[in-house]
């Protein structure tokens, strides 16, 4: 677009310069008076009173509010945990040892991104009724379901950190110097990837904090559940704790621009699409 | 689906795992990950596909989708149809102007990188907060609408209509219009500044330039990005059922009522059938989607 600014008569340019400005003025008041409203009104106090942080205190005296967050802090430590264990590994032994496999590995990857939640979680309800029924009800168990939404998101960020380094040259170098398969993986691929691991990490954690439709649909109160729920009988608390997951949402992305100078960068789309997940 | 595992078999040719053996067993190592997709992902979706053509007694019937014809199913499709048409068209229009207003400026501009990075935390907008935040904001005790009230103009003279579908239409384009940004800037990014000179010195206007040179350009990449929004809403479900409690209105709470029987009545293979519909929507849509993206990379390096 550098032809407008290619310089042809003044008013051009002025006009350009009102019409940006006007533009980007009324985005930035459409998208930020939302999120200062939510700090707004979870520090409103009652009747006449001046603000307060009363909603914010009070959050640790609602349990099954802290139940929620603490069931959503672990679902998102065992997703993470489950994902990594179960795609790394996988994804380096696709590329060493069946390279012909590999775009079924990514068509397999992707394919959750064309599948609205609201339909996975109508074939999941049977598997997850069976599993209540002889395994476990435990919320914990929404993990195996969070670990398939993860897996586009994953696979990318896995992808573009082990596209940038030799697999096959340094497994091979490992392996003639004796080194068994744990060992390549653990203290050669690892340490290569660790801005990818971590990226993918990162989404993972704010796609399971942010996860709604499925442990709606499967009955397990979760963190967004809990406070859609709370919303109904208290909205400056669940607004306060709306805020607070965003705010910690941020920190994980500030977190994730900080270790994200690597290559193997993540790209913003990816995030534009875990925000679609978790609305889907 | 599970066609993964065969060709695994034939195209080994690696080493042999153990001593001498010659079977090929590289295989093996995608066993673990190939079970897990196979049964929490490709299982569900053989649910759906299956739950929804066969009953209870495991005969072929098509009674699950003959009730796609009931009145507040047909209501409840067209109205998202109408939803997320409505939220792509007016997304897509509004985030191109502020991708334009993006890609005229300073490519390595502060206001650039910060106007990105300020749509990558918008990213991580869920939906039940989406819908609190407006809540917040516009909701009978949200301030601007108190504000407003006070300046006597009461939005709400007529209806709440932030909790029908107006509102969450307007709750919608808060995830639209960023999405179109990231997904119009690099089209945008790609139109050569030398076309604009070539017009101009062929003697065109800015009428000539954006009719017959950057116009034709850009439409397929826009009416693609529509696509993409129109499938990201239609599929959309968290928002709609935090922001409203009453009617159901989108589709994707219709398979919730059948699923859960809260509504109605609990009906596991309707709610299959109301999936497939999505997934055939959502899948036209996204086919379309890719069609036109293929033609903007021709033209768009």
């Known amino acids: 677009m550098a032809a407008v600014r290619g310089g042809f008569q003044r008013s051009k340019r002025l006009k350009l310069q009102v019409f940006r400005t006007v533009v980007l003025l009324a985005a930035g008041i459409f998208f930020l008076v939302p999120i200062g409203a939510m700090f707004e009104f979870s520090t409103r106090g009652v009747g006449d009173k001046p603000r307060t942080l009363e909603a914010w205190q009070s959050i640790g005296t609602y349990p099954d509010l802290v139940a929620a967050i603490t069931a959503s802090l672990e679902l998102a430590a065992i997703t993470t945990i489950v994902m990594l264990v179960l795609l790394a590994p996988t994804m380096v032994w696709v590329r060493l040892k069946l390279p012909g496999l590999s775009p079924i590995m990514e068509f397999v990857?992707?394919?959750?991104?064309?599948?609205?939640?609201?339909?996975?979680?109508?074939g999941l309800a049977p598997i997850y009724n069976w599993m209540g029924n002889n395994f476990s009800d435990s919320i914990l168990t929404l993990s195996f379901a969070y670990v398939v939404l993860v897996l586009p998101y994953a696979y990318r960020s896995l992808e573009a950190g082990l596209a940038a380094i030799d697999v096959k040259t340094l497994s091979e170098a490992a392996r003639s110097l004796g080194a068994g398969w744990l060992t390549v993986m653990w203290r050669i691929i690892v340490p290569n990837i660790s801005s990818a691991i971590l990226n993918s990490a990162f989404l993972s954690v704010a796609l399971v904090l942010g996860e709604y439709t499925i442990a709606n649909n499967l009955l397990y109160n979760n963190l967004q559940v809990e406070i859609a729920f709370l919303g109904r009988a208290n909205a400056g608390v669940s607004i306060a704790v709306a805020v607070a997951s965003l705010v910690f949402a941020f920190v994980i992305l500030v977190l994730l621009s900080f270790f994200n100078r690597g290559r193997g960068r993540l790209q913003l789309a990816d995030l534009q699409q875990v925000m679609r997940t978790e609305r889907g | 689906m599970t066609i993964a595992g065969a060709p695994a078999v034939s195209t080994t040719a690696g080493r042999p795992l153990l001593g001498g053996r010659r079977l090929p067993l590289d295989w093996i190592g995608t066993v673990p990950f190939l079970a897990y997709v196979a049964v929490f992902l490709f299982l569900p979706t053989v649910i759906v596909l299956g739950g929804s053509v066969f009953d209870a007694n495991g005969s072929l019937t098509l009674v699950n989708f003959s009730h796609l014809s009931r009145v507040y199913i047909v209501k409840a499709t067209i109205q998202t149809i109408g939803l997320?048409?409505?939220t792509a068209v007016v997304g897509a229009i509004l985030g191109a102007l502020v991708a334009y207003a993006i890609a005229v400026g300073n490519p390595q501009g502060l206001l650039r990188r910060l106007t990105l990075s300020v749509s990558g935390v918008l990213a991580q907008f869920g939906g039940v907060t989406l819908a609190f935040a407006f809540i917040a904001t516009i909701g009978p005790a949200g301030f601007?609408?108190?504000w407003l009230a006070q300046h006597h103009a009461d939005i709400y003279a007529r209806s709440t209509w932030l909790f029908e579908l107006p509102g969450l239409a307007l709750v919608y384009l808060y995830f639209q219009i960023p999405l179109m940004v990231l997904v119009f800037l690099p089209a945008l990014d790609g139109i050569k500044p030398q076309w604009r000179e070539a017009t101009e010195s062929l003697g065109g206007g800015t009428w000539h330039y954006w009719r017959y040179v950057a116009g034709p350009l850009l439409a397929p990449a826009f009416l693609g990005a529509t696509l993409l929004l129109f499938a990201n809403s239609f599929s959309a479900y968290a928002t709609a059922n935090a922001l409203i409690n009453q009617g159901q209105p989108v589709i994707s709470q219709q398979i919730n009522g059948a699923l859960?029987?809260?509504?109605?009545?609990?009906?596991?293979?309707?709610?299959k059938a109301i999936a497939v519909e999505m997934v055939i929507i959502v899948t036209l849509v996204t086919v379309l989607y890719s069609l036109l993206q293929r033609r903007t990379s021709r033209w768009l390096q």
């Open chain 2, 144 to 146: 601007v609408y108190l």
């Open chain 1, 109 to 122: 990857c992707l394919l959750p991104l064309t599948i609205p939640a609201i339909v996975l979680v109508v």
């Open chain 2, 260 to 271: 859960s029987g809260e509504v109605g009545s609990f009906e596991p293979g309707f709610a």
């Open chain 2, 84 to 86: 997320s048409a409505f």
